[in-house]
T-cell receptor, first 108, second 114 residues
Framework: GENVEQHPSTLSVQEGDSAVIKCTYSDSASNYFPWYKQELGKRPQLIIDIRSNVGEKKDQRIAVTLNKTAKHFSLHITETQPEDSAVYFCAAAGDMRFGAGTRLTVKP | KAGVTQTPRYLIKTRGQQVTLSCSPISGHRSVSWYQQTPGQGLQFLFEYFSETQRNKGNFPGRFSGRQFSNSRSEMNVSTLELGDSALYLC?????????????FGPGTRLTVT
């Protein structure tokens, strides 16, 4: 099955800075790469996704980039705010395997 | 549309018992997946059901089983519970859009095994 590696496991930034989380995958047949945000005690929420026919997608302060040749994709959060603090998970479909998660802390 | 629902939300069981968790997907979604979430292990894929058939399976022992009904509702069963089964069990329903399955999570069932 798919193997998804996610880095870093923890990330601390100052409010207003940017945050970048990277994931690599192994299955070249994967065609869908979602990102989820999970706040403490809540369910994972889909925040952005990208399909294999696109290299970049942006939604306000968040963006995702995909490099199919290198088999990696990244989440970029600009102008971070304290409410961005959460655990972020990447995933790669086919069979929707998740990365181990990144705990992002935004310091006010 | 109503979101994914899971029952019960909290459960306490003792070792050796069995437990059944239920998941109702978003209306129209035919795929339901189950995940185990523990603090140190992230989201571990258990299995996926589509149209009442198990389509994918993760690396969990046979004590973990599931099924899906004709209305797409799914149940997960864990037999002979162990302390290590304490976790948040999440189900997610998904639908096909642009050749990919978008997945939405339920609130989870927190299982504590004592």
């Amino acid at each position: 099955g798919e193997n998804v590696e996610q880095h870093p496991s923890t990330l601390s930034v100052q409010e207003g800075d940017s945050a970048v989380i990277k994931c690599t995958y192994s299955d070249s047949a994967s065609n869908y790469f979602p990102w989820y945000k999970q706040e403490l005690g809540k369910r994972p929420q889909l925040i952005i996704d990208i399909r294999s026919n696109v290299g970049e997608k942006k939604d306000q302060r968040i963006a995702v980039t995909l490099n199919k040749t290198a088999k990696h994709f990244s989440l970029h959060i600009t102008e971070t705010q304290p409410e961005d603090s959460a655990v972020y998970f990447c995933a790669a479909a086919g069979d929707m395997r998740f990365g181990a998660g990144t705990r992002l802390t935004v310091k006010p | 549309k109503a979101g994914v629902t899971q029952t019960p939300r909290y459960l306490i069981k003792t070792r050796g018992q069995q437990v059944t968790l239920s998941c109702s997907p978003i209306s129209g979604h035919r795929s339901v997946s189950w995940y185990q979430q523990t603090p140190g292990q992230g989201l571990q894929f258990l299995f996926e059901y589509f149209s009442e058939t198990q389509r994918n399976k993760g690396n969990f022992p046979g004590r973990f089983s599931g099924r899906q009904f004709s209305n797409s509702r799914s149940e997960m069963n864990v037999s002979t519970l162990e302390l290590g089964d304490s976790a948040l069990y999440l189900c997610a329903s998904s639908f096909l859009r642009d050749r990919a399955y978008e997945q939405y999570f339920g609130p989870g069932t927190r299982l504590t095994v004592t």
